[in-house]
């Protein structure tokens, strides 16, 4: 028999600053925990949908909206058996902030229950390659609904320390050492761990493979191998990349190189 789960399928539209969407259909693989630079607004379509975040576990239910923030850490724990289907809308941030008329958008919920909002992105989740439908024009109606009912005043700020700022300043394509880098800071390899954890939401290892992914979707626009690509972002090899990018991305390298 076929195996139906994991058939997701990832696509980049050239409107508002690059609109990029996610089909998940039956996904069982865990996104660990990572960070995005735009909105995640998520429609739930099976199986009730687990976000992680620092201090909070949510669940939305078939049939709503799930929302994180630019830059907001958090993990999605997929059913492993009858895996999750959903339909994920990234936003730029600029998109919003142009709707909320120059004002910085943030969605202090999480979870969205409006039948109308919900009934909206659905439709352009099944609609939005139709010729017929005037896609930016329907999403953008759709987005300023959703500002105007749900965002918050409230200003949502990335964490930066210095801790941080040195280590992004590392060749993350190197093999990570965490006694090694520790030691760099003057600590111990326990405390430097937590220290980093805390001030950045994610361990050393996830956040040196979350900028090794983003700089693979860089490359695969630009290179024709697979494999050049892995070994310039520090893999072993192709299946060594496809593995941890379709943790990150739900979809494999080859998939995304064709959206």
């Known amino acids: 028999m076929t195996d139906t789960h994991n058939i997701s399928t990832y696509h980049k539209i050239p409107i508002l600053d690059g609109l990029e969407l996610l089909n998940a259909k039956k996904h069982t693989?865990?996104?660990p925990f990572h960070t995005h630079n735009n909105f995640n607004i998520t429609?739930?379509?099976?199986?009730?949908?687990?976000?992680?975040?620092s201090d909070k576990f949510l669940q939305a239910p078939i049939g709503t909206l799930s929302i994180t923030n630019p830059n907001e850490v958090h993990a999605t724990p997929c059913d492993n058996k009858l895996g999750n289907s959903f339909f994920t809308f990234y936003i730029q941030p600029d998109v919003l902030k142009t709707l909320n008329k120059g004002r910085d958008v943030f969605f202090e919920d999480k979870i969205i229950y409006d039948r109308d909002l919900c009934n909206s992105f659905h439709y352009l989740s099944i609609h939005f390659n139709n010729p017929e439908v005037n896609l930016e024009k329907e999403l953008l109606n759709v987005l300023e609904k959703l500002v105007a009912r749900y965002a918050s005043g409230m200003h949502f700020e990335y964490k930066k320390t210095a801790l941080f700022q040195s280590f992004i300043n590392e060749d993350l394509m190197e093999k990570f050492s965490l006694t090694d880098t520790a030691k760099r800071f003057g600590l111990d390899k326990y405390k430097f761990l937590r220290l980093f954890k805390h001030e950045t939401g994610l361990t050393p290892n996830n956040y040196i493979?979350?900028?090794?992914?983003?700089?693979?979707?860089?490359?695969i626009t630009k290179e024709a191998d697979l494999m050049d690509v892995a070994i310039e972002t520090g893999?072993?090899?192709v299946p060594h990349l496809s593995r941890h990018f379709k943790r990150f991305?739900?979809?494999?390298?080859?998939?995304y190189k064709r959206a």
């Open 249 to 255: 991305t739900g979809v494999t390298p080859s998939e």
């Open 235 to 237: 893999f072993y090899d």
């Open 209 to 219: 493979l979350l900028q090794r992914i983003e700089k693979c979707k860089r490359l």
């Open 29 to 31: 693989i865990d996104f």
């Open 43 to 53: 429609l739930i379509l099976n199986q009730t949908f687990c976000t992680k975040l």
